[in-house]
């Protein structure tokens, strides 16, 4: 099993900067990919970033060049820095853990940019 525990949203103005913090606890030994997600009201749940054990990373389109995702291996904990953020940012942000056979998800943490 895996947990995770996700920090760092609020409220900000459109053009300022947010990071999430994840930290997982448990066999975190197990994880091969670490995410983030994100959910607006009546949206569906949409990847906004992965890392993987390699630390190859990817990002959808809208975030690229806004938003970085890092991990400290040391602490268990993944960070998603997110810069310029827009109205259209606004959702709760789930942290994501995949190994062979599962998935996890943290608890989610609202981000919302006011315009």
């Known amino acids: 099993q895996v947990h995770l525990v996700e920090s760092g949203g609020g409220l900000v103005q459109a053009g300022g900067s947010l990071r999430l913090s994840c930290a997982a606890s448990?066999?975190?030994?197990?994880?091969?990919?670490m995410g983030w997600y994100r959910q607006a009201p009546g949206k569906q749940r949409e990847l906004v970033a992965v890392?993987?054990?390699?630390?190859?990373?990817n990002y959808r389109d809208s975030v690229k060049g806004r938003f970085a995702i890092s991990r400290d291996n040391a602490k268990n904990t993944v960070y998603l820095q997110m810069n310029s953020l827009k109205p259209e940012d606004t959702a709760v942000y789930y942290c994501?853990?995949?190994?062979?056979?599962?998935?996890?998800w943290g608890q989610g943490t609202q981000v919302t940019v006011s315009s």
């Open positions: 890392i993987r054990s390699g630390a190859s990373t």
């Open positions: 994501n853990a995949v190994d062979s056979s599962k998935n996890y």
């Open positions: 448990g066999n975190t030994f197990t994880i091969n990919a």
